[in-house]
């Protein structure tokens, strides 16, 4: 059995930043070094210019800010980690790195449940309860693919599993 079909897919990366609309140049003077930068003398500590930030694009016509539960929170960073992780278990390891990666992707999508907002809430508890049973199943066949029970897998090639995974894609890409 290859895992590799079982976990294609992941939940996606999130999508790339927009540019901040109109032209903005922002200058900042520090007025000493952070005490990690300085080097002791005698004289006044100089000053250090930060470069200008420019940024340019049309004139927003609503704002462009994420949800709240958006990109840095314990959700989106544990859907990252599972999505890395899946991809990591694409590459068809073997023995104790098969081991490992299997018990991190379960406690990764686990972490996602645990912090998902409520519109994927039960889409990310029904992955991780996949998760969880293919896990146990591995456990059972001393983490051997070629002893595990064919219908081990099932959980994760269901139609449900599947749209549960698209819908919490779906809610990455947008929001974190």
Do not use: W
């Not at 079909?5 to 903005?24: D, K, M, Y």
């Not at 098969?98 to 992955?127: F, G, N, W």
């Amino acid at each position: 059995m290859v895992l590799a079909g079982l976990f294609a897919g992941g939940c996606g990366e999130p999508p790339p930043l927009v540019s901040v609309p109109r032209v903005t140049v922002t200058t900042r003077v520090l007025r000493t070094l952070p005490p990690e930068l300085t080097v002791p003398t005698s004289a006044a500590p100089p000053e250090v210019a930060v470069p200008p930030t420019v940024s340019a694009g049309p004139e927003p016509t609503a704002p462009t800010t994420r949800p709240p539960e958006a990109s840095g929170t314990a959700f989106c960073n544990a859907v990252r980690r599972y999505t890395s992780l899946v991809n990591q278990l694409n590459a068809s390891p073997t023995g104790d790195e098969l081991r490992q990666l299997v018990i991190d992707v379960t406690r990764a999508i686990e972490a996602a449940a645990v912090a998902s907002p409520p519109s994927v809430k039960a889409d990310t508890a029904a992955m991780a309860t996949a998760h969880r049973r293919f896990l146990t199943a591995l456990e059972a066949a001393g983490f051997d693919p070629g002893a595990l029970d064919p219908a081990a897998g099932g959980d994760l090639q269901s139609a449900s599993y599947l749209a549960a995974r698209t819908r919490v894609r779906d809610y990455n890409r947008a929001n974190c």
